[in-house]
């Protein structure tokens, strides 16, 4: 089975500092790469994707991730976080028809 | 308004009280899928569906069952809960898997087995 990995399971930034968590996962194939946001007590909505083409994918509300298929990681980036950036973090890999998360990163931002 | 719906979206049982989570889009997906969410653990699919009649075991499916009979519903069946199975669920649909590939959530349901 595929695992995900994200390395920080807790990060706390001030506003406007920049912000970089990890994901790596284990499968060698083909894979599409998603970034899952969850806000407090919400669903968890997509940030962004990677599925083929240019490695750096842009998403919403500023963020974007780099895919490094030589590292096996897709790390998520964000050059200016704000407050409302406080939310939970998932990292997932599709491989053919699992979808397989990371056990999440909680990001306090302090305004 | 596109969207998963579940139901309940809080639900208190006791051991072995059968219950059953629905769980229906609205947006045509061929694929849906049950997660369960669990402090340090992140996200474990519990259950997938291709297409009607078609279901799968995800990572953890010991204790769940589905059905798929309707393109729309996909429920997610707990014959004889228990303590163990207090989680909070997560039901997602995705137009199928790597195009586009993304999954759709629903609100989640938190269930306590006592």
């Not at chain 1, 490094?68 to 200016?80: A, T, W, Y």
């Not at chain 2, 009649?53 to 309707?70: A, I, N």
Request: glycine share 8%; aromatic share 14%.
């Amino acid at each position: 089975a595929q695992s995900v990995s994200q390395h920080n399971h807790h990060v706390i930034l001030s506003e406007a500092a920049s912000l970089e968590l990890g994901c790596n996962y284990s499968y060698g194939g083909t894979v599409n790469l998603f970034w899952y946001v969850q806000y407090p007590g919400q669903h968890l909505q997509l940030l962004l994707k990677y599925f083929s083409g240019d490695p750096l994918v842009k998403g919403i509300k500023g963020f974007e991730a780099e895919f490094i298929k030589s590292k096996f990681s897709f790390n998520l980036r964000k050059p200016s976080v704000q407050w409302s950036d406080t939310a939970e973090y998932f990292c997932a890999v599709n491989t053919g028809n699992q979808f397989y998360f990371g056990t999440g990163t909680s990001l306090t931002v302090i305004p | 308004e596109a969207q998963v719906t579940q139901n309940p979206r809080y639900l208190i049982t006791v051991t072995g009280k059968k219950l059953t989570v629905t769980c229906s889009q609205n947006m045509n997906h061929e694929y849906m899928s049950w997660y369960r969410q669990d402090p340090g653990l992140g996200l474990r699919q519990i259950y997938y569906s291709m297409n009607v009649e078609v279901t799968d075991k995800g990572d953890v499916p010991e204790g769940y069952k589905v059905s798929r009979k309707e393109k729309r519903n996909f429920p997610l069946i707990l014959e004889s809960p228990s303590p163990n199975q207090t989680s909070l669920y997560f039901c997602a649909s995705s137009l199928r898997p790597g195009v586009p590939g993304e999954l759709f959530f629903g609100e989640g349901s938190r269930l306590t087995v006592l």
